[in-house]
C-alpha cells in the first residue's frame, strides 16, 4: 500500500535506497508507491536527490500548529471520509486519539456534507476533520450539551472566516457557516456530526472543505486572492482559530457571526422540513436559529437549506469589508 511510504516523506529529499531500508523493500518499489501517491494527489516531487513532499503539504511536521488542535495529526492519501477517519482514530486502543486530533485527506471516496450531500476532494482542496472532545471521561472538557452543539456549526463559522480574513481573504457568512466570498461564491463548508447519549453528546467530529487553489465552476478559492498561501498555513490558522471560538460562550459567538454575515438584511429562500419559506433575514436566536420575517410573519429556521435571493455583488454599494478578529 502507498500509505505506508506517506510517513516517511518530509520536505528535505531522501533516496530511494534510504526510504527502502526503512520500509524494506528496494528502490524500484519506492518507486512504485511513490508514483502511486502522486495519482492520489500527494504532492511527491521525485528527482535525483530523491523522494519529498512539496513545501506546504500540510502533513505532520509541516503545519505550524500554534496549540492544542492538531498536535496530534494524520496526512493521508486516500480515504473514504475524513470524518470517518478521526472516528476510528477515537476507538484506537491502546492510544485513541486526543482531543483536537486531525485528519487531513488528499483524497475522499465518500466524503459527505451536509443534508446527505457528496463531499468531493478535488485537486487544490484542503479537507479535514477535528475531533472534539474525546473520551469525555478522560477529557478536561465536560460532555458537550444539546445547547452547545446548536452554536457549535455557527463557532466554527467565525473561526474560519476568521482565519481566511486574517490570511487576506475578504469573505462572510451565509446561515448557518458557508463561507462565501463578498460577490457569494463558496469558498468552504462546514459539516458537524455528533454522537449522542441523551442531552448530551460523547463526542464530536467537525469537518471542513475549503477551496484553496482551485474551485467548482462558480466556486471561489483562496489564492485568487492571496496567491502565495499554502495549504499547511492555512490550516494552522484554522486551527487556531477553531480553538479559539469554539471555546467562546454563546453571546460572543454569535456576535461575531453576525458581524461576519451576509445573510442578515437580506432575502432568502429556505427549503426546511415545513417546506419552502421566503422572507428577509433578521437575526439569530440565542440558540443560534435564523430568524426569517415572512408575510405570515416571523418564522424561525432550525435546520435548512437557505439560498441568497439577488446577486450579492450587484446590490448596489461596493462589498462589506470584514475586519480581522
Known amino acids: 500500500m502507498p500509505e505506508r511510504l506517506l510517513p516517511l516523506l518530509t520536505v528535505q529529499p ?12 528496494n528502490r524500484v518499489t519506492v518507486n512504485t508507491l511513490a508514483r502511486r501517491l502522486q495519482e492520489h494527489g500527494v504532492p511527491v516531487q521525485i528527482s535525483r536527490a530523491g523522494y519529498a513532499l512539496a513545501p506546504g503539504t500540510p502533513a505532520p511536521g509541516l503545519v505550524a500548529v500554534r496549540g492544542e488542535f492538531g498536535r496530534a495529526l494524520r496526512y493521508c492519501a486516500a480515504v473514504t471520509s475524513t470524518q470517518d477517519e478521526v472516528r476510528a482514530w477515537a476507538e484506537q486502543e491502546p492510544q485513541p486519539a486526543p ?15 451536509r443534508r ?12 479535514f476533520s477535528v475531533l472534539l472532545r474525546g473520551e469525555s471521561e478522560e477529557s478536561d472538557f465536560p460532555p458537550l450539551s444539546l445547547s452547545d452543539l446548536a452554536v457549535m456549526p455557527l463557532a466554527a463559522g467565525v473561526a474560519l472566516q476568521a482565519a481566511c480574513t486574517a490570511l487576506g481573504t475578504a469573505c462572510g457568512l451565509k446561515w448557518p457557516n458557508d463561507l462565501l466570498t463578498p460577490d457569494g461564491r ?14 448530551e453528546a460523547r ?10 487553489s482551485a474551485a467548482p465552476e462558480g466556486a471561489a478559492h483562496l489564492r485568487a486572492v492571496t496567491p502565495p498561501l499554502t495549504r499547511a498555513a492555512v490550516l494552522a490558522e484554522v486551527l487556531a482559530a477553531l480553538e479559539h471560538w469554539l471555546t467562546q460562550p454563546a ?4 456576535s461575531a457571526w453576525r458581524a461576519a454575515s451576509l445573510t442578515l438584511g437580506r432575502p432568502v ?9 421566503e422572507g428577509m433575514a433578521r437575526d439569530l436566536d440565542a440558540q443560534g436559529n435564523l430568524l426569517v420575517d415572512t408575510a405570515a410573519g416571523l418564522q424561525t429556521v432550525g435546520t435548512g437549506e437557505v439560498q441568497l435571493v439577488g446577486a450579492l455583488a450587484q446590490e448596489g454599494g ?8
Open 14 to 25: 531522501q533516496s530511494g535506497d534510504q526510504l527502502g531500508a526503512r520500509l524494506g523493500v
Open 99 to 113: 482531543h483536537g486530533a486531525v485528519v487531513v485527506a488528499e483524497r475522499q471516496t465518500a466524503g459527505r456534507g
Open 116 to 127: 446527505g450531500r457528496a463531499w468531493t476532494t478535488p485537486h487544490g482542496h484542503l479537507a
Open 186 to 199: 463558496k469558498l468552504a463548508g462546514i459539516l458537524l456530526e455528533a454522537e449522542l447519549r441523551g442531552e
Open 203 to 212: 463526542r464530536a467530529v467537525l469537518g471542513i472543505g475549503l477551496n484553496i
Open 251 to 254: 453571546p460572543a459567538v454569535l
Open 269 to 277: 429562500r429556505v427549503q426546511g422540513a415545513r417546506g419552502v419559506i
Open 318 to 325: 461596493p462589498p462589506p469589508a470584514f475586519p480581522a478578529r
